[in-house]
């Protein structure tokens, strides 16, 4: 019987400040999925447009949703993780340097989301953190409170262990090859005080995330096409 993506999710039905909601059915996140796993009931899939967040590194083979008919566009959040560059030593500066070197990318991403009528799935490989940095902007620029976000971000640590499951070499691959995807040591877990990190850097803005996000490549057109995509 083909698998649940681990760690998927609906993004929608969190409130706004002003009193809207954000619509069910637009944006999913995810570990990264595999061809023969089943959608969500209720929901449309293979989803219209898939956000892949990983590096080409992470995905020699192509896409797996690909050849069902989902739009691929791949915008990678750590690609400034290049050989012969310092790893980040927690997640609070793997978090920092995505704010810090793939800002043009999260631009990229809401201008994307906001243009798409289809579902749309966001995920990197866990799901966990490139994917919690970009959905966490999403709903802070609708206008869901600091504490959804976070309480969203959290949901992934009921899915660890299917994450892991998801990430883990098959069993049947010679000893010699490596995994397509790794955790540095001390990174598989969830860091609220990684997310709030990032929380913070938008709040402090003087014109708030909107302010950020306009700074660092960002249109209001965009925010308004945002805001008319994700708002119930």
């Known amino acids: 019987m083909p698998d649940l993506t681990p760690n998927l999710r609906d993004i929608g039905g969190r409130p706004t400040t002003d009193g809207r909601t954000v619509a069910t059915g637009r944006v ?18 293979p989803p219209a447009l898939v956000i892949d967040l990983r590096s080409p590194s992470e995905s020699r083979a192509g896409h797996p949703l690909e050849a069902a008919g989902s739009r691929v566009v791949n915008v990678p959040l750590l690609a400034a993780l290049r050989p ?34 289809g579902t749309v799935l966001i995920h990197c490989a866990a799901g966990k953190d490139r ?8 709903l802070r620029l609708v206008g869901v409170p600091r504490d959804e ?5 959290r ?14 070499p098959p069993t049947s691959a010679p000893a010699s090859a490596a995994p397509g995807h ?6 598989a877990h969830v860091s609220p005080e990684a997310i709030d990190a990032v929380l913070d850097v938008w709040d402090e803005h003087p014109a708030g995330v909107e302010g ?21």
Not at 84 to 105: C, F, K, N, Q, T
Not at 156 to 166: M, S
Not at 212 to 232: I, K, M, N, P, Y
């Open 131 to 138: 994917t919690g940095i970009a959905v966490a902007l999403l």
């Open 28 to 45: 999913l996140r995810s570990a990264v999925p595999h061809a023969d796993d089943h959608g969500p009931d209720g929901h449309d899939w």
């Open 212 to 232: 950020w996000f306009v700074e660092v490549g960002g249109t209001s057109a965009s925010l308004d096409q945002l805001r008319r995509t994700l708002l119930a």
């Open 155 to 168: 949901l992934t640590e009921h899915a660890l262990v299917e994450i892991d499951r998801r990430l883990r």
């Open 182 to 187: 790794t955790y540095p040591p001390g990174f």
């Open 84 to 117: 012969g560059v310092a790893p980040a030593e927690s997640l609070a500066m793997l978090y920092r340097i995505v704010l810090d070197d793939a800002a043009h990318e999260l631009v990229r991403l809401v201008d994307e989301v906001s243009r798409e009528t």
């Open 149 to 153: 976000v976070l309480h969203d971000y």
